[in-house]
Structure formats: C-alpha cells, structure tokens
C-alpha cells in the first residue's frame, strides 16, 4: 500500500529531499504525538506520562466522539495482566467496585432449538486466587462506559494536551529525528513518535504505508445488557451455536452482557424487530435458568473482523491497540492485548529514557515490536481457529468438536492450560 500524506518515509529509507520535510513547517515541538480517542488511546496517554516524566510534552489528536459512544453497551472481561495496569495508573480503583468477577466459564456446543444444552466443559475462576487465598476470577468483567471516564480522570490528572481533530486528513512527514505529524488546522507538531492507536481502519497505519492482512467474517456482533430474574453467580457461558457463539458475560447486579454473533442479514433483520420479539429470540438463545429476561437499552451491531499489521512500527510510528491488530471477540482479548501492547511500549520507553536516548529512537522501537509480535500472532490464530471450528454444524464436525471437549473437561492439566488461555494474559 502506497504510503498517504506527504513525505513520510521510514528512516531506514533513502532521505528525503530535504525541502520537502516538516522541518520547515513545524510550528510546535513535542516529544510523544498519540492519536486516536479510544480506549487504548486514553490508557497509552495515561502509561506514556510516567515513563517519559512530567517534564515531557505529550499531545493526543482524538477525533470527534462517534454517535456509537455515547452508547456503548460492550462491556469488557479485562484479564489479570490488563487490571494489574489499570491499578498502577489508579484507574482500577475508580472501577472495582462495579467490576464483577467471572468466575466460571461454561461452555456449550449445541443447536439453537436443543432443549438442553449439556456442558461440554467448564473452567472454574477459583483456580486463580491471590495470596490472601481470595477468589480473583478469571477475569473482571467492566463496562465499556465506566472504563471510559475513569480513564478520562487519569489522562486530566497526567495533564495531557488533548486536542479533538479529525484524523482522516493526516499527513506524516519525517526525517531522522522527527516526525512531523499534520492534522486538518491544527499546527504540523514534530515529535520524536507517533503511537497510533486510531483503531482497525488506522490512518497513522496507512500513511505511515504499512500493510495489512486480514478478512472480514460474514457476522456481526451484536451486543447489549439483559436484566435477569436471578442472580448469575459469576457464571460466564460460551453457547457455541451454528451461526456463531452467543456469550452471556456477568455484570453487577443481576445482569449480564452478551455477545451474540450473527449472520449478517439475519443480523439486519433482527434489530428490526420489536423489543417483544427481539427479546423472545434473545430467551431463545440466552436460555432460562436465570428467569425472566429483559432488555436494558438497545442491542448495537459491530462488524466483525480479523487482521494484524504486517510491522507493528515504521520509521518514528508505532502501532497499538486494533489499530495494529484486530481479532474476533469471541474469546474477549482484543482489548486485553491493546493494553499490554501499552505495557510493553511503556516498559521499552522507560528502558530507553534510562540510557538517555529519545522515545522514538529505533531499538526502542524493535524491542517493542519483539515483545508483541509472538502473543499476538497466537492470540489471532486461536481465536480465527476457534470460530471456524465451532460456526457451523456439519454433522461429523460436531461428533468429533464433542468428544474433544468432553475430553478436555476430564483432563485437569490440558485444562489448567486452558483455563489461562481464557483467563487472558496473566
Ligand atoms: C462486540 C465486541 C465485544 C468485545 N468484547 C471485548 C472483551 O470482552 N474484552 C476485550 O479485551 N476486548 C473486547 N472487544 C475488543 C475491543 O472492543 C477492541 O479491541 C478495543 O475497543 C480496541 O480499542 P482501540 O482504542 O484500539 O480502538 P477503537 O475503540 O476502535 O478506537 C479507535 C478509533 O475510534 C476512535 N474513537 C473511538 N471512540 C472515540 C471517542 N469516544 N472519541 C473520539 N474518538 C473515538 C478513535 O479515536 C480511533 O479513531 C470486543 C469487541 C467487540 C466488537
């Protein structure tokens, strides 16, 4: 893919002419440029500011808030690896009392119609307990909403120079030292890096020419919160069903989020509906061991979508969260990898401030690139595996996924291993 804007080229490339960099039209001068408004975006701002001290100028380029915000209904399983971030960053603590721990997680293989759906394997969160011996879960659950404003507080607190642009008119422009980053009126600002953390259709990533492989799986996901009738006890269930796993993920206070992937037009055609049967088809597949459901608040539509950068950085840019990597929610990890991609960015940042040298420098920036090629490349093929071993019901398949599982379920040390892998990054 051709690189966008102008001018920029990585700096292991020939340089430019030299009329042609930002040098010449920088008006402002910062250390670290983050775009993007997101979550990922608001916890790199966060992480970045102790690593690079106080005395460093961090500016983040987020663009106006999309519709879709101010109603996010996900809800996120943040792993042991993402709270242990968001407690150092002080977030944790505005969260954890709304946070609800999972700790149980049962999963299904059946049809939509079966009449009962046995559990072909559970894992059991108490297996995962803290030095007081208290029961940690394999992970919390947190709402999307909730982690939103508490990371807002943090990025208020470490004082970071927010502006709201639209990014689709970025320019890069770089030469060795700098990178000259130009959004609509804004001031071209030059800085030693750019972390680009603007999400799956990144434009940091396409005018810094860095390639893309992925697909787009023919479902959507659709999600929301159900109010039920009795308590969930921090049961989590996975539904593997024909046209996709349908999760039902505890939330405080007898609720639950679910995850529901669907055809597409099948997808279409149910948000048409009325919440009377849109509910009734939601009872079909949630089930009715929690009593009677409601919906709270409306059920939103996300594409879904597989897809890793071909580098996660280029000359002075580094890619975070989706917009270095996307993965299908099934397994709830996207999220969980953007934040210890922000960890490890953080850790090379602050190993690089130590030996005198500037954020965007290129060790810095290969050793980043090191530390998160391996567990996303993994994460990617576990999650792309288990969607296409499980979305469809070809009669041998079943047979075989079956007895696979149930066989897991009777084997303690596959399932300790796998009881981490859902748990998420520890
Ligand atoms: C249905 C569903 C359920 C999921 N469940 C989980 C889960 O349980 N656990 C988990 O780890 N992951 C989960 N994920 C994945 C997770 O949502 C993504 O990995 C995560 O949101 C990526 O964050 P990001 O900041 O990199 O990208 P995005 O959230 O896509 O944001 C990037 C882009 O959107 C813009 N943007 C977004 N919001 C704003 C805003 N308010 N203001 C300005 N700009 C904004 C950004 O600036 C940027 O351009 C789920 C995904 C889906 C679709």
Not at 255 to 271: F, G, Y
Request: glycine share 10%; with cysteine; proline share 6%.
């Amino acid at each position: 893919m051709p690189p966008r804007g102008t001018g920029f080229h990585p700096s292991s490339e020939a340089p430019p002419n030299p009329d042609e960099v930002a040098i010449k039209r920088e008006r402002e001068i910062a250390d670290v440029v983050i775009a993007g408004g997101g979550i990922i975006a608001l916890a790199a701002a966060a992480t970045l500011r102790p690593a690079l001290g106080d005395e460093a100028r961090i500016v983040m380029l987020a663009p106006p808030a999309p519709r879709i915000q101010s109603r996010d209904p996900r809800a996120y399983a943040i792993a042991p690896s993402g709270r242990r971030l968001l407690e150092a960053l002080g977030v944790w603590q505005a969260l954890e009392n709304d946070a609800q721990p999972m700790e149980q997680i049962i999963v299904t293989d059946s049809r939509l119609d079966d009449a009962v759906r046995p559990a072909f394997l559970s894992f059991i969160g108490r297996a995962d307990n803290d030095e007081g011996g208290n029961a940690k879960g394999f992970a919390h659950m947190v709402e999307a909403q909730a982690l939103r404003e508490a990371l807002l507080n943090a990025v208020a607190i470490a004082k970071i120079d927010t502006r709201t642009v639209r990014l689709d008119t970025l320019t890069l422009e770089s030469d060795d030292d700098r990178i000259g980053v130009g959004a609509e009126s804004e001031n071209v600002i030059a800085a030693s890096l750019l972390v680009a953390a603007d999400g799956t259709r990144s434009v940091c990533r396409e005018s810094a020419g860095i390639g893309w492989i992925g697909w787009d799986y023919p479902q959507y996901g659709l999600t929301g919160t159900i109010a039920h009738e009795r308590e969930h006890g921090g049961r989590a269930y996975e539904h593997f069903l024909p046209c996709g796993p349908f999760a039902i993920l505890p939330l405080k206070e007898r609720r639950s989020s679910i995850v529901w992937t669907e055809e597409k037009n099948e997808a279409k055609r149910l948000l048409k509906l009325g919440e009377r049967e849109l509910l009734s088809e939601v009872t079909r597949r949630f089930g009715h061991e929690l009593g009677e459901l409601r919906l709270e608040g409306r059920l939103v539509a996300f594409p879904l979508s597989f897809g890793v950068a071909r580098a996660f950085t280029s000359g002075r840019v580094v890619l975070v969260g989706d917009a270095a990597h996307v993965i299908h929610p099934v397994a709830g990890q996207g999220l969980n990898l953007g934040l210890q991609d922000i960890a490890a960015l953080a850790e090379a940042i602050a190993e690089a401030a130590h030996l005198g040298l500037d954020p965007g420098n290129p060790r810095t920036l290969s050793s980043y690139e090191r530390a998160r090629r391996f567990d996303t490349n993994l994460m990617g093929a576990l999650t792309d595996g288990l969607v296409r071993l499980f979305s469809n019901d070809h009669l041998p398949l079943r047979g075989l996924r079956d007895i696979g599982l149930s066989l897991v379920d009777r084997a303690p040390a596959i399932k300790r291993f796998l009881a981490r892998k859902a748990a998420g990054p520890q």
